[in-house]
């Protein structure tokens, strides 16, 4: 796209845009580095994620302050309004995606006694590396402003969505089957939801990105696959 | 333009009824050709804006509306303008630009009251239509100075010369002058060009309230305005309409790249 006539606007949205990218690339660490904790049962890491969380927030408010000052001085229309909104509406999510990572390496502890059962921590990994694909590939899309790049990210939730669903079968069956297994698998039960909510904010980051190129909404309805909102109980 | 009939489509859904629409419509001073087959409507009771860089011709067209071109030699029109729902064609030599300019009114980027008192400003348009008796011109008078929000200001010196009040006040007894002959249609170039920011937003807030009872089309390089106060907004480039679509679209998402360009800063 040809520059502004006045560069320092040019300056600005490349500035914003720079950050969000940052962001992005902080929170897809963390992220990364929180399953990895969990897997491992390595506590080290899972302290280094909680005491690195504050840097994302610190960038978010930058990110705002920029995306706001932006707007005043610069009275952006049409493309460049939708990036200001839009490096707005990423840095929540990023946000957000940095505060998930952190929670679930706050259970790391929890998770990290003798009882490992292989299958869950399994499924659970599973879910955590699709995920974090998710979150490399829309940050690939906004990097590139590439819209089919969105959508890809945007339709591929419902298949983490049904991993979250059959995680939480799993997990029921092992703490029907003894008692003692209870707290661990409600622990596990927090971090693979947590995980699923990255992969909504993601999808989220995705719509954002489409928006911004394309200058409309994605579509609305999401496909959705996460079921456990209605999971029933098998009768006894 | 298939563009143009998505927008014609949505606004018709929603009873909008066209008081203008511009055919084809081509301009030539003499040889050189300043417009080039524009098309587009003009909707009842809305503001209609028309953007573009200098030279692009929106000032050509506004003056077309209503026959301004007429008065200088060697200048054609080609196309039509239809006024409804009187279905006139009135850029057609048939019909007299006197006719049409009772019709449409105009204001100004430099406020240009005659020399003559405040009174006299505001009745010139009546007299000339004929309306002399003075009660009626009395109560006209007030009527379109209370509608241009200069009443209160001007009321108990309505003899005194025009040529004493603020910029912003001429601006005001211009378009009040404009609004005595109960115009269809008032046109606005750059009206706020020549005023501070203060007066300019009283000029605008009027805009807004003038457009319930005429219909408006206005000439702004002042991109921020035209989001501001207009309904529609008409892109123009090099005597071309490049874009015509509701302003909150037209600003948010374009779908020319030229419009982008010059609405967001990218030309030249």
């Known amino acids: 796209m040809t520059e502004h006539t006045l560069k320092a606007f040019d300056i600005d949205l490349q500035e914003l845009a720079r950050k969000v990218a940052e962001m992005g690339g902080l929170a897809e660490r963390q992220f990364a580095n929180s399953i990895q904790a969990l897997i491992r049962r390595d506590l080290e890491l899972a302290q280094r994620v909680i005491a690195a969380d504050p840097a994302i927030d610190v960038l978010q408010h930058e990110i705002e302050e920029k995306a706001i000052l932006t707007i005043a001085r610069r009275q952006p229309m049409a493309v460049d309004l939708r990036e200001v909104v839009g490096a707005l509406r990423m840095a929540s999510d990023l946000e957000r995606i940095g505060d998930l990572a952190k929670n679930n390496c706050k259970r790391a502890s929890a998770l990290s006694g003798d009882f490992h059962p292989q299958k869950l921590m399994r499924g659970l990994e599973h879910m955590g590396s699709l995920v974090l694909n998710q979150l490399k590939q829309v940050l690939d899309a906004y990097a590139a402003r590439d819209p089919a790049g969105a959508v890809a990210v945007w339709n591929a939730d419902e298949q983490v969505d049904s991993l979250c669903t059959s995680l939480f079968r799993e997990l029921l069956t092992y703490m029907m089957e003894d008692p003692r297994n209870i707290t661990f698998c409600i622990h596990l039960m927090f971090c693979a939801k947590n995980i699923e909510r990255v992969g909504d904010h993601t999808t989220n980051i995705a719509e954002t990105v489409y928006y911004i190129v394309e200058g409309h909404a994605l579509a609305d309805q999401r496909p959705k696959g996460d ?6 109980l098998p009768a006894n | 333009m298939d563009a143009m009939t998505q927008v014609e489509d949505r606004t018709a859904a929603i009873g909008g009824a066209i008081r203008a629409r511009v055919e084809n419509l081509s301009f030539f001073y003499g040889e050189k050709q300043a417009l080039v087959d524009v098309s587009f409507p003009i909707y009842d009771r809305k503001v209609t ?68 008192s405040i009174y006299d400003n505001v009745a010139a348009g009546l007299w000339v239509r004929g309306i002399r008796k003075k009660s009626m011109v009395d109560e ?24 004493g009040l603020s910029g912003g006040q001429q601006q005001r007894l211009c378009i009040a002058r404009a609004l005595a002959p109960e115009p269809e249609m008032l046109l606005l170039d750059e009206p706020t060009s020549a005023l501070d920011p203060i007066a300019t937003a009283r000029i605008e807030e009027l805009v807004m309230e003038l457009a319930s009872s005429v219909t408006i089309v206005i000439v702004t390089h002042n991109m921020q305005q035209a989001a501001r106060i207009s309904n529609y907004t008409a892109f123009m480039h090099l005597g071309q309409m490049v874009e015509y679509e509701e302003t909150a679209l037209i600003f948010t998402s374009p779908k020319e790249r030229r419009t982008q360009d010059y609405i967001t800063g990218r030309y030249g």
């Not at chain 1, 079921?227 to 029933?232: E, H, K, L, R, V």
């Not at chain 2, 409804?84 to 105009?106: A, N, T």
């Not at chain 2, 007030?142 to 010196?157: F, G, I, N």
């Open chain 2, 49 to 116: 804006a028309l953007i573009g860089p200098s030279g692009c011709g929106k000032s050509t067209l506004l003056r077309t509306l209503n026959r301004m071109h007429d008065l200088y030699p060697g200048n054609r029109y080609q196309g039509r303008v239809v006024l409804y729902p009187e279905e006139i064609d009135i850029v057609s030599p048939k019909v007299d630009p006197m006719l049409v300019r009772l019709k449409i009114g105009m204001v100004f980027q430099k406020p240009n009251p005659f020399p003559k």
């Open chain 2, 140 to 163: 006209r008078v007030e009527q379109s100075l209370r509608q241009a929000a200069l009443w209160d200001e001007v009321k108990d010196r309505l003899r005194t010369s025009a040529y």
């Open chain 1, 227 to 232: 079921t456990t909102a209605f999971a029933n």
